[in-house]
């Protein structure tokens, strides 16, 4: 007799719908599937009926984050264990009476609906590239406990031959099933289909290039005064190519002289990423989320499925090609390769005379354009391939966005040569990734099977909306405002129906 566990979940893919949070919750079901093989006779003799007393059946979902890097070394973390027991009560008795000299097996199918955690992290890979895939990683996991029950003991089979030797409770296990971890936003609401612009004020004292490329007597009061504030979307979606930046600049408190010694040459502008690597879980994230305590971390409780390099660690036979450090990171360009990121200021630079008119110098100078981004990587490192990612953040691995955004000024002095100064500013940036748009209708698909069977499938899962996407976290139902109500009509009465005076006299006459 064979009992073998295999983990069906509705999908392998589940959707985590706007920002992490520790309050949110997403539902991960399907069923665990539990098959028993019919013993083997002995001399091909009559088969007995194979009986089992299920007493446990849990299913855990679990996740963990490892990284390898040449500076850090190996590092791992238990992220969540989640289990649910599906034998409530008392054991549920298992049996393939009426078809022990069948063919197949019989099976019986165990139903789970698991709360998966709202703020844990996305799947993803990274670390060493030297090194088997590291990183982020989900699974779902069963075991069995059961009992085997005789019938008829005077039967002889190969189970009674060995039943001395084994024991009377038995445990099995299915084998892990993996499970990714996507998080989403809404798309903007409107028909741009754009996420809106932030604004954002600079400081041009604070940010003001310290070393001078020209002289030392920097006019600091005159560039310090001018106003500068730069607009970039609120987030950007994977699959943009191009990232529109708007730059304005005004000069309302330099007198008339001032502004004819100022000049904008060009301005440059770089969208950064920058990944950073850790051993140690980061504090801040472990202080804004529930990470398993250190008594469930490895090597306390070591992980379901680690990283061939952790026997290695647990020996000490693991060293770091370079002296050990906390974290380690690495920062590029995602501007396509042939894209510099520089802009040169048509004219002679000089943006703030175009009238002395007082009314005129409220005018904001702007300057739009659309940042390219690169599609594929180019440059590869220690990490492997430079490849774009969403912004995330996990216990042992960041990805953040910034824009860097450096203006060039130039200022006229009497018989000198110019001063130049450059204002160099970050924007932070972020990467999302978008939902898809959902299929016109639910409905069913049929497919014909080899064994001449039809399966019906339905697309019910993929095609209801999360609940985040309904409610507010309060409960309240959400409101799509974008979109108007009807326009109010009267209700129009037919001629036909209208009541008519003269005829109605004219019956009551006639009843008279």
Known sequence: MVVVLDIRPFSDTLFMYGEASSSSAFSLAGHVNISIAPPKSFLNRSRSTTRLLLRSLV???????????????????????????????????????GLEYSASTCSWNAVFDIRVPGWLPVTSTYGDADFEETGTRYALYATATYVHLEDDPSSFSWLNFCAPLCSRSRIVDAPQCPVTLRRVIEPPPGPSGSFPLAMYVVDTQKELDDTPEGSSTTPFDVLGKVEVVACTPTAVSMGETSLPFTLRLRAKDLTHSERECLRLTEFSVDIKQVEVYRNTTSEDYAGDFPIPSQ????????????HPVHTLCSVDAFQTAQPPRSSVGRSFSLLPENSSGRYVIGGDGRIFTNSNNPASLLEWYILDVDIPIAVEPYEVD???????????????????????????????????????????????L????????????????????????????TSFAQSLPAYSQLFHQNGERKIDFSIPLPLYRPPS????????????????????
């Open 430 to 457: 972020q990467q999302v990734c978008l939902l898809s748009p959902r299929p016109p209708s639910a409905g069913y698909h049929i497919s014909d099977t080899s064994s001449g069977e039809t399966q019906l499938e």
């Open 295 to 306: 008594r469930h971390q490895p090597p306390n409780e070591p992980l379901r499925s680690h």
């Open 493 to 512: 009465i037919p001629v036909s129906q209208s009541p008519d005076p003269s005829t109605s006299s004219q019956k009551d006459d006639s009843s008279n």
């Open 59 to 97: 299913i855990t979902f679990e996740g963990q984050s490892e990284v390898i890097t040449p500076v850090t070394g190996y590092a791992p973390v238990r992220l969540c264990s989640v289990s649910q027991e599906l034998v409530c009560g008392d054991p549920i008795e298992l049996s393939n009476e």
């Open 382 to 428: 220690w990490a492997g391939p430079c490849v774009r990612r969403m912004t995330e953040s996990s216990p042992l691995f960041s990805v953040r966005h910034t824009l860097s955004v450096s203006i060039q000024c130039a200022y006229d002095l009497p018989e000198k040569a110019p001063v130049c100064r450059r204002l160099h500013f970050l924007l932070p």
